[in-house]
């Protein structure tokens, strides 16, 4: 199993562009999370969702999307990219809600946002 | 505010040594503790997880404590290994219908040789 897979593992934006993160876990996990890590900082919660057609936010969703139609995927979209939305960015999957269950997580996206 | 609050920021040891990173939270209703370890360009690895009645766990040279009562957890590490060096993350879960779940900020572990 690759388990979660995350791409790019880089990537350098100018302000005011958009891009798509990618991830994708094979573990047929019902739940996926994006979180973001700022140097310091404790991971926060972007997005999340229960499975396939069902999302919900998290405790910093402002200038995010996200959507999931199968079970595999959960893309992170950033619409208008800001500097403050440089970040380390990790995608994570479990079988349940994750109080109970272990989080698997994928092994980032660097973004810069210049 | 539900928070978690690691010590210290960074820790640096000689290899062989033993070292303890302590993680203090305020989370309410608790359901469990969980500590992660974070290697340089990679996403977190579950160590241990503990639920309110478990006092202590280990895996292998790690072993985390828990006191409920005053809602503060360690976690020893023992004969330390320069593969240990990463960034060692507390985090605690909420008894909620959310779930929620509160990472700590981590501490950073270098073992030098």
């Known amino acids: 199993n690759a388990g979660v897979t995350q791409t790019p593992k880089f990537r350098i934006l100018k302000i005011g562009q958009s891009m798509t993160l990618q991830c994708t876990q094979d573990?047929?996990?019902?739940?996926m999370y994006w979180y973001r890590q700022d140097p310091g900082m404790g991971l926060k919660l972007i997005y999340y969702?229960?499975?396939?057609?069902?999302?919900d936010k998290g405790e910093v969703p402002n200038g995010y999307n996200v959507s999931r139609s199968t079970t595999e995927d959960f893309p992170l979209r950033l619409e208008l990219a800001a500097p403050s939305q440089t970040s380390v960015y990790f995608c994570?999957?479990?079988?349940?809600?994750?109080?109970?269950?272990?989080?698997?997580f994928g092994p980032g996206t660097r973004l810069t946002v210049t | 505010k539900n928070q978690v609050e690691q010590s210290p920021q960074s820790l640096i040891i000689l290899e062989g040594k033993n070292c303890t990173l302590q993680?203090?939270?305020?989370?309410?209703?608790?359901?469990?503790l969980r500590w992660y370890k974070q290697d340089t360009g990679r996403g977190p690895v579950s160590l241990t997880i503990?639920?309110?009645?478990?006092n202590t766990k280990s895996n292998g040279r790690y072993t985390a404590t828990l006191d409920a009562d005053t809602k503060q957890s360690s976690l020893h590490i023992t004969a330390s290994q320069l593969s240990d060096s990463a960034s060692y993350i507390c985090?605690?879960?909420?008894?909620?219908?959310?779930?929620?779940?509160?990472f700590g900020s981590g501490t950073r572990l270098s073992i030098r040789p």
């Open positions: 994570a999957s479990s079988y349940s809600r994750a109080g109970g269950y272990e989080q698997y």
């Open positions: 573990m047929n996990h019902n739940y």
């Open positions: 969702s229960v499975g396939a057609g069902i999302t």
């Open positions: 993680c203090n939270y305020t989370v309410s209703p608790f359901s469990n």
């Open positions: 503990m639920t309110f009645s478990e």
């Open positions: 985090v605690v879960s909420e008894a909620s219908s959310a779930s929620k779940i509160i």
